[in-house]
């Protein structure tokens, strides 16, 4: 996973509230047996008409193309578990998604991307969302270390991110090596299990 | 001076009263950070084709093993067809991957032939394979259902898969408690899938992220486990990780004798345990949502998220009336994308699909309360309807009982299992502008087909639209 520390770069708007994950990245898209190339479809139906007329979609006006960071509306990315979602946000090239509140799977599985998402109230929400929509000319900055947003004027603001997700980032670690390292733990919490639910045990 | 004794040892602090997820989640934990990250044990790991190729291939990459197969089941249910024609290519080969990947990984897979083989959620119980206590993970949302047997079951990203494949384990934070207590017995013609839809309509989309929900309360209790699952199933879409409810006598008699549930001496052992798992009677809750079963009526969605929800005596809302700007907004574009004008009964709302299945609502009793208003009617003439069991073992018994014959007598299709038209992966979808009755579990946008329209009901009420050519109300029909 590419590490994550700082970041400078465009914030596209996208004010709406409940974007769900069918949205960032509809069915078709969910075919494929790879991580890559699935911006094509990310906000297919939004960016795309029913006859493959472009829309006008915020990402595809020439001020948001190179887009690094989404201010977006609240409870971002709810609905199903796709980790498609986060993978072709990523492909476009978003590392960074601003919101008051996430749903939790899409929360999570951005974590497992090296995409940060940062919760922030709504009022620095209404703040950043207006930076945003100053086009190519707003770049915001992130810097994940000192937990600070940094506007195009300047102005910081803090935000909050559990202390074990920010180690992950910075560092792009592998969670399955961290846990991997914990083996005995996971060694004694089995047999224990065989001891006392020994039902839970047997074979599928 | 006043003599004074020597003071006794405290007698031993009493138990901390637990919620039934404090309980489950205490004893799965493997390890536990200063900070509150804790390494949890998974003890059933629930595989399909779409969001596990990358899990397996990320395996592969790092020459890692799964851990422990025998706790590992996987099934095809999203992309599989429910006509006999072929699957379509991109469809046959994430099925093949599948195939080629249980087989290099030694994991147990119930095929395409398999008359077990069905929608995830709905052959995890059918087995035995979900059982109270368990932790149970799957990649894809709806495994909340399995919370219905007081398992705390939930829906994971494919990084996590890979993560549960290589180490039995998940690294999480524990969740907040919520009680949702629906209190007295239901109505006649209202459903589990009206009491969750009434709930989300409380709740919102959001109100339950960050928690995990307790569904108590009579009805609740007087529910079959069908019923209950349909009510965990939905627990997502009010935004909770999981939904909970206390095993019981019902559940107990539901999993006797199931495949993969305990036997003998195993069960009487296990059963002892699953009793002292509900929720303590003191034991805090961080939130509490109180309902009425008496103030539910058939609920009908109008909007594309589940939390427009309303009875289906109502019309359909003005955004003008919207409670703040966010839902102005978010209802007119509703409103433009279903095509509806507020103000319009949502009786008259007439539809075109009806599609009746889904890991929500594809369970035998589902399709039983759907056949008892089929039963010598007739699907209305400009309505196409179709039936898709959850697993090959509910198709069977509904054939058994007879109900395939009332179905396509009334004009339905009765289809082969799998998720179907829930989320239009295979053939099965609805075409720009049409306009459908749904058992499944999300309205959104596109959700069954680019420009679909989706209305979200209980089985009756499904049924009760076929026939009517609108939204309908059931209890007109009974």
């Known amino acids: 996973m590419e590490k994550f520390t700082t970041l400078s770069g465009v914030a596209a708007p996208l004010p709406m509230v409940n974007v769900d994950t069918d949205m960032i990245i509809p069915k078709q898209f969910l075919k494929t047996i790879k991580r890559t190339g699935l911006k094509e479809g990310l906000f297919y139906e939004m960016r795309w008409t029913a006859d493959g007329q472009k829309k006008d979609f915020i990402l595809d006006q020439p001020a948001y193309q190179n887009a690094k960071i989404l201010v977006a509306g609240p409870n971002f990315g709810c609905g199903s578990s796709r980790e498609h979602a986060p993978w072709a946000l990523l492909d476009f090239g978003i590392r960074c998604i601003i919101s008051e509140d996430f749903a939790d799977i899409f929360y999570n599985n951005c974590f497992k991307n090296g995409i940060l998402p940062i919760k922030v109230s709504k009022e620095i929400i209404a703040k950043l969302m207006d ?25 910081t603001v803090h935000f909050e991110i559990d202390a074990f997700r920010k180690k992950c980032l910075i560092e792009g670690l592998d969670d399955i090596g961290l846990t991997l390292e914990k083996k005995s733990s996971i060694d004694d919490f089995e047999n224990r299990q065989k001891d006392s639910q020994p039902w839970l045990h047997t074979a599928t | 001076m006043a003599f004074r004794k020597k003071a006794a040892t405290p ?14 989640w205490d004893a799965h934990v493997v390890d536990r950070q200063d900070d509150g990250t804790c390494v949890i044990y998974v003890d059933r790991h ?9 899990a397996f291939e990320g395996l592969r990459m790092a020459g890692r093993k799964v851990h422990r197969p025998d706790a590992t089941i996987a099934v095809a249910d999203h992309n599989t067809p429910t006509t006999t024609g072929a699957m379509d290519d991109e469809s046959r080969i994430q099925v093949e991957t599948l195939e080629s990947n249980v087989a290099e990984f030694g994991v147990p ?39 219905a047997f007081g398992a705390l079951a939930f829906g994971i990203g494919t990084s996590e898969v890979e993560h549960v494949l290589a180490t ?3 690294i999480q934070k524990p969740a907040k408690n919520m009680r949702v207590a629906v209190e007295g017995s239901l109505p006649i013609g209202v459903t589990a899938k009206d009491v969750i839809l009434a709930i989300i309509g409380r709740l919102g989309t959001a109100g339950g992220t960050g928690y995990v929900v307790e569904y108590a309360g009579r009805a609740i209790r007087e529910m079959t486990m069908e019923g209950r699952m349909t009510v965990c199933n939905m627990s997502i879409e009010a935004g909770a990780r999981a939904g909970l409810i206390a095993p019981d006598e019902t559940t107990f008699k539901y999993l006797y004798g199931r495949p993969y549930a305990p036997k003998g001496g195993a069960w009487d052992l296990a059963l002892g345990q699953w009793r002292r798992l509900p929720s303590d009677k003191t034991a805090v809750f961080d939130s509490q949502l109180d309902l009425l079963a008496s103030d539910i009526p058939p609920m009908v969605t109008w909007g594309t998220s589940p939390q427009d929800a309303l009875p289906i005596t109502d019309v359909i809302p003005d955004p003008a009336n919207a409670p703040d700007e966010n839902r102005r907004e978010a209802w007119a574009r509703s409103l433009a994308y279903m095509g509806l004008t507020p103000g319009t009964r949502l009786v008259d709302v007439p539809i075109d699909r009806v599609f009746i299945g889904s890991c929500t609502n594809g369970r035998i009793e589902d399709l039983r309360a759907a056949a008892e208003i089929a039963r010598g009617r007739k699907v209305a003439s400009t309505v196409s309807a179709m039936v898709v069991p959850g697993s090959g073992l509910v198709k069977a018994e509904a054939e058994r009982e007879g109900l395939d014959k009332i179905f396509i007598e009334a004009g339905f299709e009765w289809r082969l299992q799998g998720c179907s038209m829930c ?5 099965d ?7 459908c009755a749904s ?8 959700r069954q087909g680019r420009g679909g329209r989706t209305h979200l009901v209980s089985p009756a009420m499904a049924v009760a639209a076929a026939i009517r050519g609108t939204l309908a109300d059931v209890r007109d029909f009974q």
Not at chain 1, 131 to 155: F, H, T, V
Not at chain 2, 11 to 24: A, G, N, S, V
């Open chain 1, 131 to 155: 930076d945003a929509s100053r086009g190519s000319n707003a770049i915001i900055e992130i810097d994940l270390e000192k937990q600070e947003i940094k506007g195009p004027d300047g102005g």
């Open chain 2, 423 to 427: 989320l239009a992966m295979n053939a």
């Open chain 2, 11 to 24: 007698p031993p602090e009493p138990p901390q009263p637990r919620t039934l997820f404090e309980k489950i």
């Open chain 2, 109 to 147: 897979y119930f095929d395409m032939n398999d008359p077990r083989r069905g929608i995830v959620h709905v052959i995890g119980p059918e087995q035995g394979l979900t059982l109270p206590g368990m932790t149970i993970v799957c990649g894809d949302s709806h495994t909340s259902t399995h919370g």
């Open chain 2, 429 to 435: 979808r609805l075409e720009d502008g049409q306009r």
């Open chain 2, 168 to 170: 039995q384990t998940l």
């Open chain 2, 439 to 446: 058992t499944s579990n999300r309205n959104f946008e596109g």
């Open chain 2, 46 to 54: 629930l595989v399909h084709e779409v969001t596990s190729p990358q």
